[in-house]
């Protein structure tokens, strides 16, 4: 397998994968740590499992998010479970997204992203199952200890026992289907320890406390998230309202606030070094970035 430069825009790139994925007896894994970017489709693998585990550390440097993109009828569940831990333990915040079908121990590679996105494919569960070449004395050994590590795996992820139990409560020849966000019943769209996460760094940046970030989350999505729903054109009005919200803000005041606040507060090109240089779960700590949070709140607050 070779590493495929991102050269072309991520909607033709989600076109590729879904293409190209359909009618695969083999996976194949395209990875691109500088996208960064993770495609998986086919059948997967131990190959690709130890292919991944290769590149791990590729993404401890990575600037962006790593998007993983899924269309895959299964494989191996040792092979899936492993490449879903690295996603997870890389220092790249994961998104996967499947528009087209996630089946079996390709759900446990989904479920591993701490953002979720199901917008148009189908995510299939059914029962886990061993190689037929064993033996009954062998199944009766292995079948309890792939079932457990599987529990533990789904637990790991942040995942509810109710998707272990969709799973193996479902018969291999009765896949149990999820159309678009219908999976939403068994996994959340974003990683519970993330969310508390993210919130914490939320608050710490409007000057808030955890509990009043959530309440202006909520406002949030009952007057801003509307106004894209009627006019898709109007993402920058929608940003601005989000902004003027969590600041605590009216609309007017935000956009005079922000456009002097903001300039005052500009990163030297040593610190935006420092900071592409470093693991992106630790950039929000590094000194420079909170004192640059400090400035941007301080300038916000002082203009109301």
């Not at 790593?66 to 220092?91: C, K, P, T, W, Y």
């Not at 009952?222 to 902004?243: I, K, W, Y």
């Not at 606040?261 to 693991?279: H, M, N, V, W």
Request: charged residues 25%.
């Amino acid at each position: 397998m070779k590493i495929k430069p991102a050269r072309k825009l991520m909607a033709a790139m989600i076109v590729l994968f879904v293409a190209t994925g359909i009618g695969q007896s083999s996976a194949e894994v395209q990875l691109d740590p500088k996208g960064p970017y993770l495609i998986v489709y086919g059948t997967i693998s131990k190959s690709d499992g130890d292919y991944v585990a290769q590149h791990e550390a590729e993404f401890k440097t990575a600037r962006y998010p790593l998007h993983v993109f899924l269309n895959s009828e299964g494989g191996d569940v040792a092979a899936a479970m492993q490449i879903g831990r690295i996603m997870r333990n890389s220092e790249a915040k994961v998104t996967t997204q499947q528009n087209a079908k996630c089946f079996s121990s390709c759900a446990l590679v989904y479920i591993a992203g701490v953002f979720r996105e199901n917008p148009s494919g189908v995510i299939g569960l059914h029962r886990p199952y061993l190689a037929a070449s064993l033996n009954r004395e062998a199944i009766e050994r292995a079948a309890p200890i792939m079932l457990q590590r599987i529990k533990d795996y789904v637990r790991e992820m942040g995942v509810s026992n109710s998707f272990y139990e969709a799973m193996v409560n479902t018969e291999v020849s009765d896949i149990r289907l999820y159309h678009g966000n219908e999976i939403k019943k068994l996994v959340p769209e974003t990683d519970p320890a993330y969310d508390e996460i993210e919130n914490g760094y939320e608050a710490r940046k409007y000057g808030v406390s955890a509990a009043e970030m959530r309440l202006r989350k909520t406002v949030v999505k009952q007057r801003c998230q509307p106004l894209f729903s009627d006019n898709p054109g109007a993402l920058g009005r929608v940003m601005d309202c989000e902004q003027a919200i969590y600041w605590g803000l009216d609309d007017v005041t935000y956009k005079r606030v922000a456009k002097d606040g903001f300039s005052q507060c500009t990163p030297s090109e040593e610190d935006l070094k420092i900071y592409r240089a470093t693991d992106i779960k630790k950039r929000r700590d590094l000194p420079f970035y909170i004192k640059q949070e400090t400035c941007i709140r301080d300038a916000m607050h002082s203009g109301r």
